[in-house]
C-alpha cells in the first residue's frame, strides 16, 4: 500500500516557469490538501479538497491553482514561479475530515527551488 | 485564522533525558495531534487526543489535552537519538484542514 505519492521529490525553476507537482492517494480517501513548509513557519495550508469537483483555499493561495478530478490525484499547479515559492510542498489525505478520529497522511514532500 | 504557539522552538538535550513541549492556542480546539517529521519525512502522527483532561501514552510518549482545551502537551520519556526530528501540535479548524503550529526541533546529544 503506497499511501500518499508526490512527484517529483526535488525540483528546480526559473523564476516564471510554471510546473504541475503531483499527488496521489490509494487510500480512497476523500479529503487532501497541499501545505508549504518554511523554515520556523510550520506547516501553511494552500489549498484543499473535500471530494472530487471541489475545492477550496488555505491560508496561502496565492501563485497556486488546483483542480480534483478523480478522487486520487490532486495536483498542484505553480503558474508562473516566483522565487518566494521555494519551499518543501507536503501533500495528505484523510478518509472523513481533518482531526477528529481520523487520521492525515503525508506524501514525503517535493523540495522546490525557484531561481 | 486559529494559531497554536510551540514553544520552544528548539531543545538540545542529551541522551536519556526527559523532554517536554506544549502548544498553546488563543481558541478553543477539541481535537488536538501531536506529529513528527523526520529528516526529509512528511510528518506522522504520534498521539491524538479528544477529551479535555485526557492523558494519552504512546511508548516513551505521553500527552495530556489541557483542561481549558486551549493547550495540550508532549512529553518524552528517556530519549534516544531516533528521538531527533521536529514536533508539531495540530487542530481541526472548524471543517478545514489541519492548523499547525511552527514545531519544536529537537536534536539529542549521545
Known amino acids: 500500500n503506497a499511501g500518499v505519492t508526490q512527484t517529483p521529490k526535488f525540483q528546480v525553476l526559473k523564476t516564471g516557469q510554471s510546473m504541475t507537482l503531483q499527488c496521489a492517494q490509494d487510500?480512497?480517501?476523500?479529503?487532501m490538501s497541499w501545505y508549504r513548509q518554511d523554515p520556523g513557519m510550520g506547516l501553511r495550508l494552500i489549498h484543499y479538497?473535500?471530494?472530487?469537483?471541489?475545492?477550496d483555499q488555505g491560508e496561502v493561495p496565492n501563485g497556486y491553482n488546483v483542480s480534483r478530478s478523480t478522487t486520487e490525484d490532486f495536483p498542484l499547479r505553480l503558474l508562473s514561479a516566483a522565487p518566494s515559492q521555494t519551499s518543501v510542498y507536503f501533500c495528505?489525505?484523510?478518509?472523513?475530515?481533518?482531526?477528529?478520529?481520523?487520521?492525515?497522511?503525508f506524501g514525503q514532500g517535493t523540495r522546490l527551488t525557484v531561481v | 485564522g486559529q494559531q497554536l504557539n510551540q514553544s520552544p522552538q528548539s531543545m538540545f538535550i542529551q541522551e536519556g533525558e526527559d523532554v517536554s513541549m506544549n502548544c498553546t492556542s488563543s481558541?478553543?480546539?477539541?481535537?488536538w495531534l501531536w506529529y513528527k517529521q523526520d529528516p526529509g519525512e512528511g510528518p506522522v502522527l504520534l498521539i491524538a487526543?479528544?477529551?479535555?483532561?485526557e492523558l494519552t501514552s504512546n511508548g516513551r510518549l505521553t500527552a495530556q489535552f489541557g483542561i481549558t482545551r486551549k493547550d495540550s502537551f508532549l512529553n518524552i520519556s528517556a530519549s534516544i537519538p531516533s528521538d531527533v526530528g521536529i514536533y508539531f501540535c495540530?487542530?481541526?479548524?472548524?471543517?478545514?484542514?489541519?492548523?499547525f503550529g511552527k514545531g519544536t526541533r529537537l536534536s539529542v546529544i549521545a
Open positions: 495528505a489525505s484523510s478518509h472523513e475530515g481533518w482531526g477528529a478520529y481520523t487520521e492525515a497522511f
Open positions: 487510500m480512497n480517501h476523500e479529503y
Open positions: 479538497s473535500v471530494g472530487a469537483g471541489i475545492t
Open positions: 481558541s478553543i480546539f477539541n481535537t
Open positions: 487526543l479528544y477529551k479535555a483532561g
Open positions: 495540530a487542530g481541526p479548524s472548524g471543517n478545514t484542514p489541519l492548523v
